[in-house]
T-cell receptor, first 113, second 111 residues
Framework: GAGVSQSPSNKVTEKGKDVELRCDPI?????LYWYRQSLGQGLEFLIY????????KSGLPSDRFSAERTGGSVSTLTIQRTQQEDSAVYLC???????????FGDGTRLSIL | DQQVKQNSPSLSVQEGRISILNCDYT??????FLWYKKYPAEGPTFLIS?????DKNEDGRFTVFLNKSAKHLSLHIVPSQPGDSAVYFC??????????FGTGTRLKVLA
């Protein structure tokens, strides 16, 4: 497709389980971002990729969160030992260059029971 | 410390009237500002942007105004339409990869 694709669109899991969220950016976009939006909050920056490397991981809330990007394309955000406070919508965005407007996916709504 | 603030969580406007959404920022290094629109269960979509070398940028019904001395920007929608009902986020950038987003304003346009 032409846009940023995220999967799954919804994920419900039990506390303590690991989850993996996937992002397929727009082809050719070198910059990729992960954000989190909790209920009633703005977009919280998590991590930025330029190509396959992540020069800024400063937004990852804890060491339970990790992300990787392979082939300059697909990215995976992994949350280990999920907690209830991890419940949020996780949004992925990509842009051709890092200083250009971002294109967002529709997000993954994560619910931790 | 919230560097980009949208102090109005919600706004209701009659169809055909002007909608004005406001955004304040604290970091004087910000030089590029954007507005995004978000419908429920969808990701934000880019609407309009403005560089700090300008004080106004217009695109159809949407105009963004920037007041650098007041560190304030606003989005005007004229005339407002029911399809404009959404959450609007402003975002700011200081020439790097990082965008700082506000918390959003929910606009409801009443038919």
């Amino acid at each position: 497709g032409a846009g940023v694709s995220q999967s799954p669109s919804n994920k419900v899991t039990e506390k303590g389980k690991d989850v993996e969220l996937r992002c397929d950016p727009i082809s050719g976009h070198t910059a990729l971002y992960w954000y989190r939006q909790s209920l009633g909050q703005g977009l919280e920056f998590l991590i930025y990729f330029q190509g396959n490397s992540a020069p800024d991981k400063s937004g990852l809330p804890s060491d339970r969160f990790s992300a990787e990007r392979t082939g300059g394309s697909v990215s995976t955000l992994t949350i280990q030992r999920t907690q209830q406070e991890d419940s949020a919508v996780y949004l992925c965005a990509s842009s051709l260059l890092s200083n250009q407007p971002q294109h967002f996916g529709d997000g993954t709504r994560l619910s931790i029971l | 410390d919230q560097q980009v603030k949208q102090n109005s969580p919600s706004l209701s406007v009659q169809e055909g009237r002007i909608s004005i959404l406001n955004c304040d920022y604290t970091n004087s290094m910000f030089d590029y500002f954007l507005w995004y629109k978000k419908y429920p269960a969808e990701g934000p979509t880019f609407l309009i942007s403005i560089s700090s070398i300008k004080d106004k940028n217009e695109d159809g019904r949407f105009t963004v105004f920037l007041n650098k001395s007041a560190k304030h920007l606003s989005l005007h929608i004229v005339p407002s339409q029911p399809g404009d009902s959404a959450v609007y986020f402003c975002a700011a950038n200081s020439g790097t990869y990082k965008y700082i987003f506000g918390t959003g304003t929910r606009l409801k346009v009443l038919a």
